[in-house]
């Protein structure tokens, strides 16, 4: 399972700090995953982060903005968000898949298995 959680409603310009905590999978072999759905939209890739946490991989949306990091003694993943904007507003889910491959591979929606529920940020202008 995964628990995403950290949204809420902000002004733009302030940040935001989302966190996931995986349970019922070995965290450290897995790749985790940050997206966003905003209304009317299809699921968008935001930042992935390989299981050392040595890898990461940013949508070119949110590099210098987004950090993705994680600590696998705690089974979470953490989504800093800076600098938001309005078209950052979206549900964000967190994705867990099994690490094979290199961080790229896991750019898209069908490369993931596991999905949290969703944490809703909306920004407003």
């Known amino acids: 399972q995964l628990q995403a959680s950290g949204g809420g409603l902000v002004q733009a310009g302030v940040s935001l700090r989302l966190s996931c905590v995986a349970s019922g999978l070995t965290f450290s072999s897995y790749v985790m995953g940050w997206f966003r759905q905003a209304p009317g939209k299809e699921r968008e890739f935001v930042a992935a982060?390989?299981?050392?946490?040595?890898?990461?991989y940013g949508a070119d949306s949110v590099k210098g903005r987004f950090t993705i990091s994680r600590d696998n003694a705690k089974s979470t993943v953490h989504l800093q968000m800076n600098s938001l904007k309005p078209e950052d507003t979206a549900v964000y889910y967190c994705?867990?898949?099994?690490?094979?491959?290199?961080?790229?591979?896991?750019?898209?929606?069908?490369?993931?298995?596991?999905w949290g529920q969703g944490t809703q940020v909306t920004v407003s202008s």
């Open positions: 982060i390989g299981w050392s946490g040595r890898s990461t």
């Open positions: 994705a867990a898949q099994r690490s094979l491959y290199p961080i790229t591979y896991y750019a898209t929606n069908d490369r993931y298995n596991n």
